[in-house]
């Protein structure tokens, strides 16, 4: 087999160099089929110039709606990061926030049916197969509450004055508090194993099993920090190339008159 065989054999055999080629064609079809119409009018310095010129101008557009919706191009989402799992009610917990409030009088109770519950169900029952303390979700019971503490301040009322300044502040605060959650856990009873063709019984609490609470810890990630640099860069990049574009039409404009001057005398 000669080279061209290996290598059409290996883009056939692996799938992400095929996808891989496939976007840098459609990429360079895309871009070089407008720079070649560009550049049969205005020559191929300044076709070159309008084409980057308007690749980053639509890249700054589309940039900035990433940044502002979260979507495309994101960084990390936030989420919850486990810190602790203590075996003890949360009594013997080094977690300083846990270790003051072992009660976790001063918290803020999360029900079951809130959508923030189950974001923190999730974070803990990860955390607890991970860790190999249970090898399923049929050997415990999360309890019907969680409990959470510190994090951005909520607003005071349901006013609208309350509800934009809490909302403005918020977005442009540098700082995050530390927000903390707490999710507590017990044991199930061993109800051996399902019949075939059965769904499995619902999980109940075993009062002979520790109670066990999971800290977790809030992680605001950086979802919009990547679009933000990826508009900033656009709009450098877009910003020289149409400032170069403008001087060289002044220049032109210039010369033309220059011409005309001669042409007259």
């Not at 990061?81 to 300083?96: H, L, P, S, W």
């Not at 803020?108 to 519950?117: G, Q």
């Not at 530390?178 to 059965?198: F, L, R, S, W």
């Not at 977790?216 to 900033?232: D, W, Y």
């Amino acid at each position: 087999m000669d080279i061209l065989d290996l290598t059409v054999a290996a883009i056939s055999w692996e799938p992400q160099i095929r996808g891989a080629l496939a976007v840098l064609i459609g990429f360079v079809v895309l871009c070089g089929s407008i720079y070649l119409l560009i550049a049969t009018n205005s020559g191929a310095r300044t076709g070159l110039l309008i084409s980057i010129a308007g690749l980053f101008g639509w890249f700054s557009i589309m940039g900035v709606v990433w940044w502002l919706y979260g979507i495309g191009w994101i960084g990390d989402a936030p989420s919850w990061q486990t810190v602790e799992i203590n075996f003890d009610g949360g009594r013997t917990a080094v977690t300083e926030v846990v270790a003051d409030d072992p009660d976790l009088e001063s918290w803020e109770v999360i029900p079951r049916d809130n959508p923030a519950f189950g974001e923190l169900q999730a974070a803990a029952t990860t955390a607890l197969i991970a860790q190999g303390i249970f090898e399923s979700t049929a050997d415990f019971v999360i309890g019907e509450e969680a409990f959470e503490t510190g994090g951005k301040p909520d607003r005071e009322s349901d006013s609208m004055v309350d509800r934009v300044t809490n909302r403005i502040g918020n977005t442009l605060r540098v700082t995050h508090p530390p927000h903390y959650a707490v999710v507590p856990v017990q044991g199930a009873i061993d109800q051996g194993e399902t019949p075939p063709g059965e769904a499995p019984p619902t999980p109940e609490v075993d009062p002979q099993q520790p109670e066990i609470v999971v800290v977790l810890e809030r992680n605001i990630g950086n979802l919009r920090v990547r679009p933000a640099v990826f508009t900033i860069v656009s709009m450098i990049v877009f910003g020289v190339t149409a400032n170069v574009l403008h001087r060289r039409d002044k220049r032109e404009a210039e010369n033309r008159e220059r011409n005309d001057e001669l042409v007259e005398v």
